[in-house]
T-cell receptor, first 115, second 114 residues
Framework: AQTVTQSQPEMSVQEAETVTLSCTYDTSESDYYLFWYKQPPSRQMILVIRQEAYKQQNATENRFSVNFQKAAKSFSLKISDSQLGDAAMYFCAYRLYNQGGKLIFGQGTELSVKP | GAGVSQSPSNKVTEKGKDVELRCDPISGHTALYWYRQSLGQGLEFLIYFQGNSAPDKSGLPSDRFSAERTGGSVSTLTIQRTQQEDSAVYLC????????????FGEGSRLTVL
């Protein structure tokens, strides 16, 4: 069975600094997607970034980038120039290439940003 | 609508009562998903719909849980004879297709069973 593990329940970063959130996953499949979602207090899950497993190049979206290590089954999220609005729960998620929206989520990391 | 809409936003019920949670997806989205988020936990997949059919119901925790979707649009998640362990936030999401596109989530329905 596929599992996703986030080993950091809480993280803190100073405004304008950089923080990295960790995620590891376990799968025997080769074709899959990985995602980072942000969940603010409004509860609505917002997609931050996605990575296709077949792509070697790490995905980037403005201040957000990932370090995807397929052999190590590691998928960390780096947030640069942290802003107060980045404070939220962050979830790492996995899904098989042909399994639609059946996402498997990690337990989440609560990120706080200090002014 | 502009986004995925869920109602009610909050629901408090007594143990043993039935509840219905509603999800109105983004117009044109053919795929619809239900997830459950228990306190301090990640999201747990419950069921997804492609059109009005549900190819994967594997996440429904018991036969007290059921869901339907009509007209390829609105979906209702029904929990019968609620138990305290059913207390959670129930999140709905939709997408253009099952294997393509981003999932767009609603703000969820928080269910509290007393």
């Amino acid at each position: 069975a596929q599992t996703v593990t986030q080993s950091q329940p809480e993280m803190s970063v100073q405004e304008a600094e950089t923080v990295t959130l960790s995620c590891t996953y376990d799968t025997s499949e080769s074709d899959y997607y990985l995602f980072w979602y942000k969940q603010p207090p409004s509860r609505q899950m917002i997609l931050v970034i996605r990575q296709e497993a077949y792509k070697q190049q790490n995905a980037t979206e403005n201040r957000f980038s990932v370090n995807f290590q397929k052999a190590a089954k590691s998928f960390s999220l780096k947030i640069s120039d942290s802003q107060l609005g980045d404070a939220a729960m962050y979830f790492c998620a996995y899904r098989l290439y042909n399994q639609g929206g059946k996402l498997i989520f990690g337990q989440g990391t609560e990120l706080s940003v200090k002014p | 609508g502009a986004g995925v809409s869920q109602s009610p936003s909050n629901k408090v019920t007594e143990k043993g009562k039935d509840v219905e949670l509603r999800c109105d997806p983004i117009s044109g989205h053919t795929a619809l998903y239900w997830y459950r988020q228990s306190l301090g936990q990640g999201l747990e997949f419950l069921i997804y719909f492609q059109g009005n059919s549900a190819p994967d119901k594997s996440g429904l925790p018991s036969d007290r849980f059921s869901a339907e979707r009509t007209g390829g649009s609105v979906s209702t998640l029904t929990i019968q004879r609620t138990q305290q362990e059913d207390s959670a936030v129930y999140l709905c999401a939709s997408s253009w297709g099952v294997n393509t596109g981003e999932l767009f989530f609603g703000e969820g329905s928080r269910l509290t069973v007393l």
